[in-house]
Nanobody, 117 residues
Framework: VRLVESGGGLVQPGGPLRLSCAAS????????ISWFRQAPGKEREGVSC????????YYADSVKGRFTISRDNAKNTVYLQMNSLESEDTAVYYC???????????WGQGTQVTVSS
């Protein structure tokens, strides 16, 4: 059972980035997938979540209108499209799978996102 994030990197303020969370060893279809982030010296923050059945999505106020979460069950992958990135979005981003949003039975290893000019 494994979750692997990818897509992080260095981006200028205002730019876009798309993160991927790919699962192996289990099927994501019926799991809620949450994205969390943690910046140095700050607590971990729940960013976005998409539930397994129905696909309803939830966002933290800090990213609402800028980030979009989606899932491709055929690829067993969840995406986080991040637009209009700000320096405050700089953090390590993790995806997690569980029965409910914001829970975390399985974690990925994280991917670094740095927003800087």
């Amino acid at each position: 059972v494994r979750l692997v994030e990818s897509g992080g990197g260095l981006v200028q303020p205002g730019g876009p980035l798309r993160l991927s969370c790919a699962a192996s060893g289990f099927t994501l279809d019926y799991y809620a997938i949450s994205w969390f982030r943690q910046a140095p010296g700050k607590e971990r923050e729940g960013v976005s979540c998409i539930i397994g059945i129905g696909g309803s999505a939830y966002y933290a106020d800090s990213v609402k209108g800028r980030f979009t979460i989606s899932r491709d069950n055929a690829k067993n992958t969840v995406y986080l499209q991040m637009n209009s990135l700000e320096s405050e979005d700089t953090a390590v981003y993790y995806c997690a799978a569980a029965e409910r949003c914001w829970d975390h039975d399985y974690w990925g290893q994280g991917t670094q996102v740095t927003v800087s000019s």
